[in-house]
């Protein structure tokens, strides 16, 4: 047991040192190690199925650009986007452009939203020609809040370029799906 507590010791502290060499180096030549951090939001429709609340276009009422955690305005005539009748629908964003030269290699959707009971929301993210796959947003009912879906890859800046985001109720005609705010935090390095 001395012996495994003494190996992961050292582990450690050759950890540090590897890092410590590392930022060093970094700064020696100008280059930069650590990632860069950015936010995409909505600037255009490329399809919409929800309804445009007390806005210009369902893209426009949903890139306020307020970054979580703060919590977006949404008094009652605040600009958003929401389903209620329909069972099922979908928007489908275009998004602003990646910083040049970026090389992206996580993408986290949030989503600052409201259920109704028995409705669900989920986002989906376009890139590189294919659909990552669906997440369903865990909203508590009746309780807005930010929620986030991670997509990781290694993506280039053209392709990040051509990205588009989907927003979708999944569940529950009647019961209404609100979403007040929407964007992209990437983290990439250039
Ligand atoms: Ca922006
Ligand atoms: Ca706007
Ligand atoms: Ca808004």
Not at 1 to 23: H, Q
Not at 52 to 76: F, L, M
Not at 89 to 103: I, K, L, N, Q, R
Not at 111 to 127: H, K
């Amino acid at each position: 047991m001395k012996k495994l507590l003494l190996l992961l010791c050292c582990a450690g502290a050759g950890y540090a040192a590897a890092l410590g060499v590392g930022m060093i180096g970094a700064k020696g030549n100008g280059t930069s190690v650590s990632p860069s951090h950015a936010y995409l939001d909505p600037n255009g429709d490329s399809s919409t199925a929800w309804d445009v609340e007390n806005g210009p276009a369902n893209y426009d009422d949903i890139n306020d650009e307020t970054r979580p955690p703060t919590a977006p305005d949404t008094t009652q005539y605040a600009n958003r986007v929401e389903l209620y009748t329909a069972a099922t629908g979908d928007d489908v964003y275009e998004m602003e452009a990646a910083p040049s030269g970026a090389t992206t290699t996580s993408i986290v959707v949030y989503a600052y939203g409201y259920v109704w009971p028995g409705a669900a929301i989920s986002v989906d993210l376009y890139i590189a020609g294919s659909w990552e796959g669906a997440v369903v947003l865990g909203y508590t009912d009746y309780v807005a809040a930010w929620k986030s879906a991670t997509f990781s890859g290694s993506w280039s800046e053209a392709q990040v370029n051509a990205m588009q985001v989907k927003l979708s109720k999944t569940a529950g005609a009647s019961t209404y799906t609100k979403v007040y705010e929407l964007t992209a935090h990437i983290t990439y390095t250039d």
